[in-house]
């Protein structure tokens, strides 16, 4: 059937095709299937260095054990080791989950937090979106609040409950 692709959003021949980390059935052109098909999974990968991280409390209590009665040299190495580990462990999975998110076509989301412009307000996360008006703008969590002003203008406008935790429509938004 002819239509738009939901991936490349290019006009084409299309067919219902499950995501295979989303599991939704979207309309999908056939490029696209067959890159979904042929890609890693990452996840053999990213299992690999979770079992990593998870050997390291195990590897430290043992260091430490050595540094203590057997031998500080040791014992340092271990404890070194580990933390190597640790390091190395918590950057794979990070790499491997980017990869895996560019390779399917995941997005990072637009919200404020992941935004160049965004700016930390204490307690605002949850609170800001349930006032019932717009709040002073130094409550707000944006540096360029003067050129976002309609976009936190038509955030206040919704129900509390019609609110997500950021807008997530503003044409300013820059990735960190």
């Given at each position: 059937?002819?239509?738009?692709?939901?991936?490349?959003?290019?006009?084409?021949?299309?067919?219902?095709?499950?995501?295979?980390?989303?599991?939704?059935?979207?309309?999908?052109?056939?490029?696209?299937?067959?890159?979904?098909?042929?890609?890693?999974?990452?996840?053999?990968?990213?299992?690999?260095?979770?079992?990593?991280?998870?050997?390291?409390?195990?590897?430290?209590?043992?260091?430490?054990?050595?540094?203590?009665?057997?031998?500080?040299?040791?014992g340092?190495?271990?404890?070194?080791?580990?933390?190597?580990?640790?390091?190395?462990?918590?950057?794979?999975?990070?790499?491997?989950?980017?990869?895996?998110?560019?390779?399917?076509?995941?997005?990072?989301?637009?919200?404020?937090?992941?935004?160049?412009?965004?700016?930390?307000?204490?307690?605002?996360?949850?609170?800001?979106?349930?006032?019932?008006?717009?709040?002073?703008?130094?409550?707000?969590?944006?540096?360029i609040?003067?050129?976002?002003?309609?976009?936190?203008?038509s955030?206040?406008?919704?129900?509390?409950?019609?609110?997500t935790?950021?807008?997530?429509?503003?044409?300013?938004?820059?990735?960190?």
């Amino acid at each position: 059937m002819k239509g738009t692709c939901h991936y490349c959003k290019d006009e084409t021949e299309v067919e219902y095709f499950e995501h295979p980390v989303f599991l939704l059935n979207e309309p999908t052109c056939e490029k696209c299937k067959t890159k979904f098909l042929s890609s890693k999974t990452y996840e053999s990968q990213r299992k690999f260095m979770a079992n990593i991280g998870c050997s390291v409390p195990f590897l430290l209590i043992i260091s430490i054990l050595i540094l203590l009665f057997v031998s500080k040299y040791v014992g340092i190495i271990g404890i070194g080791i580990s933390i190597f580990m640790l390091l190395f462990s918590g950057i794979g999975m990070d790499y491997f989950g980017r990869k895996r998110d560019e390779n399917f076509g995941i997005e990072q989301p637009k919200w404020c937090n992941n935004c160049k412009y965004y700016r930390k307000v204490k307690k605002w996360d949850y609170e800001l979106m349930f006032f019932d008006e717009m709040p002073d703008k130094s409550m707000i969590p944006c540096k360029i609040f003067e050129k976002t002003r309609r976009v936190w203008i038509s955030y206040f406008e919704l129900e509390s409950s019609d609110r997500t935790l950021y807008p997530g429509d503003c044409d300013r938004w820059s990735k960190k």
